[in-house]
């Protein structure tokens, strides 16, 4: 742990505050809750910030060839931001470097989701294959910051990935909790590989999220999951990237899946702090989509959120199979700022979109694939016009569920209209032949 006094004055500029705003405590304070048991925001001085925070500043950052030495402030993409993130000191950083993901585009995506420009910001490039790198980074971080002996998180795969990494790096201990038998084979993979202690619970997400919260309490280890505030201050940076990316004049949507609601929560109070401190001058539409089988925040939506819906979750995209979201006061809140919308999408529909993307050498894991389906379902029913420019997120690598994306080539799914399926061969060179000569005949 640092220094009381030095981590004091690193975090004197920021504290812990109540969502509404009720409530506050000094950052350098272990909790997630506040005392009347409300979600809590990092709270950074606006005003202050002002003169200081500029596009200028961000601007000047982007460094395009790191040097041998990680300098986090110029080669990651979250710390680039840090004045809006954590102002840690420098060289307490905890960084793969994170961030820095491309756009990509494709005039079969666009045609397909029925607008003219589509934009892809690929999360699954991070360095363990998802957006979680970029919390992780902030949360293991402020975890060192704070002294934590061990951390710990409940994850359907990425975030317990993406934690134990992390904490491999700073050389803290891991626990991470997952639903037994239901997160994909990559995730559990990289659990393993980078020594957390791996407990599978008997149960589903929303049993592992109850069990750690109560672990962490009685244990006092440090809690990773996007409950912690922190997490999310790190998520906001996918936000500030779009935005610099398209050299501050905002897209007119940004479209995502939805699980635990974490980044929801995080790019609605990213595209606030960035139109309250003028880096933009607009903001942008925030459409949260989730899968059919685990859409308790959709559902509640249509009751424009008088219901607080939960649910038993089931989906295909095992990522957002999450019935009773930790961060959905934060996500409500993210719709209201944002003039924000929701929709759901079925299991067909998401590997449907998820082989197209495939398809065109970008590639994502399922979750990922519901915010371009989501995208076509809103340009249908006339919610997004197709003139307006769309950046759809994906959250996670193709690599990271080998499974889901084999099961729907190889004929387990009835509508695989994408279905590329392999084809068994005799080895002889006649054999090869005829079959190369028959798809190419196919082809023309
Ligand atoms: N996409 C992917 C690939 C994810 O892993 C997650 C969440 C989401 C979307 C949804 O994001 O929770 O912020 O709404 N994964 C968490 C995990 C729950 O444990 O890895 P959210």
Redesign the pocket.
Known sequence: MLHEKTLNEALATISLRSIDEQESYPAGQIRYLSDSGLLLDVAHDLDALRSTVTRELFDQRVRHAPGPKIDPVTDSGVWRYRELILPAPVNSIVSRPEGNTPLYEHPCMSEWVGVNSLYLKHEGENPTG?F?DRGMTVGVTQAVLMGAQAVACA??????ASMAAYAARAGIPAFVFIPAGKIAAGKLAQALAYGAHTLQVNGDFDDAMRLVQQVCEQLGIYLLN?LNPFRLEGQKSIVFEILQGFDWNPPDWIVL????????AAFGKALHEAHTLGLIDHLPRLATIQAEGASPFYQSYLTQFAEHKSMKANTVAT??S?GNPVSYERAIRALKWTNGVSISVTDEEIMNAKALIDSTGIGC?P??AASVAGARKLVDNGTISPDETVVGIL??NLLKDPTATVDYHTGKWPNAKLANQPVRVEPTLAAVQTEIERRLSKAH
Request: glycine residues 20%.
């Open positions: 998802s979680k994850s359907t795969g990425n975030t317990s996007s899946p939805g699980g635990n609601l974490g980044n929801t990522a957002i999450i894991e979750a990922s959250t996670g």
